[in-house]
């Protein structure tokens, strides 16, 4: 399995803002958009070769979906990276695209592909057991949804009772007894750490702010780099927890119930008043794939109920397809059914993104 060499942080930012925001975004989605949507044709795999960009092959993901794949007849390499550098890397190559099928970024990270016209429309043979809200919301439809993930602040219980535990991001570098006792990023090419930034920031806009953000939104992400613990490379968080380096951080919602057992601690999630960012993973078909038909019969296999169900069970995953769903473990259609889900604007995160991430690089993390 291959990993995609992660770009400069720079480019990753340069990237980010040409699809966020510019000028030339919404003709570029337009033509993207441009002509009917493709189906796959009837008939069994081909056998050829896909390449599969993703950032959800962590976790085992990667080597399961190879495997299940291979006993429904579809050959796949998966190449696997952070959000931000899939996209970067999905876009960069668009006049001579690598990947056939890209899976497991959210709308935010789409949108600037489809916006680029990286993608192509198409509709899945499963388009009717989902919510198309959750998707792609231009009439042509390019990516549609598979997995919902909550983005959660967890904290080592042994450590801190829920009384004890923070009750809000702000308050890791706020309250001194939190102060050094969370791990924080050390990078922005992922989608968790961009969509926890997305949530604290989005609550400090301000028109009149710098880029849209006013200063005491700015003064809560210096606070957040200044009183933190720095994420260690190649090593993971949970690890970290166990050996009492630090004792909370970001984590999607899919990752826990394993690291834990994996880790042998225990984690609670912190449930802010505000609510919880959530990522919808989304899958599509990358625009010049010489292998069209081939991409469009996996992604018809690979968003079924039967490989969605599966895959739920296998991780711990809440997915979209209604008829997958109830295929999912109870806890976790439980845990779902509690969350708050955090009101973001999100055509304000993506028109600022790139841009934000630029300025915290440079201003906050150096």
Do not use: H
């Not at 056939?100 to 680029?116: R, S």
């Not at 993930?149 to 967890?154: F, K």
């Not at 904290?155 to 009384?163: C, E, L, P, V, W």
């Not at 939190?178 to 930034?197: H, I």
Request: aromatic share 10%; glycine share 10%; net charge negative.
């Amino acid at each position: 399995m291959r990993t995609l060499k992660t770009l400069a942080a720079a480019v990753v930012a340069v990237t980010l803002l040409a699809g966020c925001g510019g000028g030339n975004a919404a003709p570029a989605a337009t033509s993207a958009a441009a002509g009917p949507a493709a189906v796959a044709p009837s008939g069994p795999p081909s056998g050829e070769t896909l390449i599969i960009y993703t950032n959800s092959n962590g976790e085992g993901r990667g080597e399961w979906l190879t495997q299940k794949a291979a006993e429904a007849g579809f050959k796949i390499e998966i190449v696997g990276a952070g959000g931000a550098d899939a996209t970067n890397k999905l876009i960069a190559e668009k006049n001579n695209p690598i990947a056939d099928v890209a899976f497991g970024l959210n709308n935010m990270y789409f949108e600037q592909i489809k916006a680029a016209g990286a993608i192509e429309p198409f509709t899945p043979s499963w388009s009717a057991d989902v919510d198309t809200a959750k998707g792609d919301k231009g009439d042509s439809k390019a990516y549609w949804p598979l997995v919902q993930q909550a983005i959660l602040l967890g904290y080592n219980t042994a450590k801190f009772s829920k009384d004890e535990a923070p009750k809000d991001w702000t308050d890791l570098w706020t309250q001194d007894k939190f102060k050094s006792r969370y791990e924080r990023v050390t990078g922005l090419g992922t989608a968790t750490a961009q969509l926890v930034f997305a949530g604290i920031l989005t609550r400090y806009k301000d028109d009149a702010g710098d880029l849209g953000i006013s200063d005491e939104g700015w003064k809560q992400i210096e606070g957040y780099f200044k009183n933190g613990t720095p994420a260690v490379a190649k090593t993971d968080l949970f690890a970290r927890i166990a050996a009492g380096d630090t004792d909370m951080g970001q984590m999607p919602s899919s990752i826990i119930t394993e690291r834990e057992k994996s880790f042998k601690v225990d984690v609670d999630t912190v449930m802010p008043s505000v609510g919880v960012p959530m990522a919808i993973e989304q899958v599509a078909l990358v625009k010049g794939t010489d292998k069209k038909d081939e991409a469009l019969k996996f992604i018809d296999w690979f968003g079924s109920a039967q490989t969605q169900g599966e895959w739920a069970q296998q991780f711990n995953s809440m997915p979209v397809n209604k008829a997958a769903a109830a295929k999912a473990k109870p806890e976790v259609v439980g845990f779902f059914n509690s969350l708050k889900q955090q009101d973001i604007d999100w055509n304000f995160v993506q028109a600022n993104m790139g841009k934000w991430v630029e300025k915290i690089e440079l201003e906050y993390m150096s």
